[in-house]
């Protein structure tokens, strides 16, 4: 594919489960070959460190401004973050007979431990300098912040991406996109690509779904539900009763249902390479186009 490049994401959600690694080949626009993808697991004891790691990033943000341990906490758990995404990147190259120089870029999207939007907070961890040292391979993190700076929620961010998926699959337009996960939101894509995104809150409830239509510009044609919540038949099949149009899950159209975001990750790392928007005033409420990410070089050898 002229003009692309191969790209490895990374995405360690609120979930906990482990870190997502996915590759795909892109121009960052709409050349897009999907890759392998795999979770490299947390153990218990990351998993309760992390958490720590939250309290103490909201503790931080809050009226009484955190403590000198709360520092030292966030400070460590993001050293052992990193290193272990270095690890996961390692290991995702040994396992797909993949060379590091194939790689252009890793879109490391790092862990949230605070955002709020409205008070204009958001803190992530995960150190792209280190990464990009560790691995030799170019890094672009902190993705959300540009948005925020510019007055956007800093979320979602995947809607460009889903883009680019429903365009490779020649799926029929107006589309919705549903997304289940810690947080959830809906992603409409119009008959001319245009993007609107809806948050509807962060328990999935098909109620809340259903309801988002009103805010959408038309009905779509069809659904589609992504994430890992998207596995609950539960709320598949009440969402399917609520809704008019046809419901699919995501995997049906070939995509990946375990991988997706980390996918989407690599995808804007090439997007924030090339200087394209990632979010939009119809997406994050940012007040223009707005790309994003900060480049880490990797030493060059």
């Known amino acids: 594919m002229s003009g692309a490049m191969t790209a490895i994401g990374l995405m360690s959600g609120l979930s906990l489960d482990g870190i997502e690694v996915a590759q795909v080949v892109t121009d960052g626009e709409r050349q897009l070959e999907r890759g392998q993808g795999l979770t490299f697991p947390y153990s218990p004891e990351l998993r309760e460190r992390l958490r720590e790691a939250v309290a103490a990033a909201w503790r931080l943000n809050g009226e009484g401004g955190g403590t000198a341990s709360d520092r030292d906490l966030l400070a460590a758990v993001e050293q052992e973050l990193t290193a272990l995404h270095a690890e996961a990147v390692k290991f995702f190259l040994e396992t797909n007979a993949l060379a590091r120089d194939a790689v252009a870029v890793l879109g490391f999207h790092g862990h949230t431990v605070c955002r709020d939007a409205a008070r204009g907070i958001l803190r992530q961890i995960g150190d792209g300098e280190v990464l990009a040292r560790a691995t030799g391979i170019d890094v672009v993190f902190d993705f959300r912040a540009a948005d925020m700076a510019a007055g956007g929620h800093g979320a979602p961010m995947l809607p460009v991406y889903h883009r680019a998926l429903a365009e490779q699959a020649g799926l029929s337009r107006p589309l919705a996109v549903i997304t289940i996960g810690a947080v959830n939101s809906v992603t409409f894509i119009g008959e001319d690509g245009n993007l609107v995104a809806v948050d509807v809150g962060p328990t999935p409830n098909a109620e809340a779904i259903s309801g988002s239509i009103d805010t959408l ?64 005033p119809t997406t994050t409420g940012v007040k223009q186009p707005t790309t994003g990410g900060r480049l880490a070089r990797a030493p060059r050898r």
Do not use: I, Q
């Not at 709320?235 to 989407?264: F, I, K, N, Q, T």
């Open 217 to 280: 510009p038309v009905r779509p044609r069809r659904w589609l539900l992504a994430g890992r919540g998207a596995h609950n038949l539960a709320l598949v099949d009440a969402l399917r009763g609520m809704v008019a149009e046809p419901v699919y899950l995501a995997e049906e159209m070939g995509w990946s249902a375990d991988h997706l975001e980390a996918e989407a990750f690599a995808y804007l790392a090439v997007r924030s390479l090339r200087r394209l928007p990632l979010s939009f």
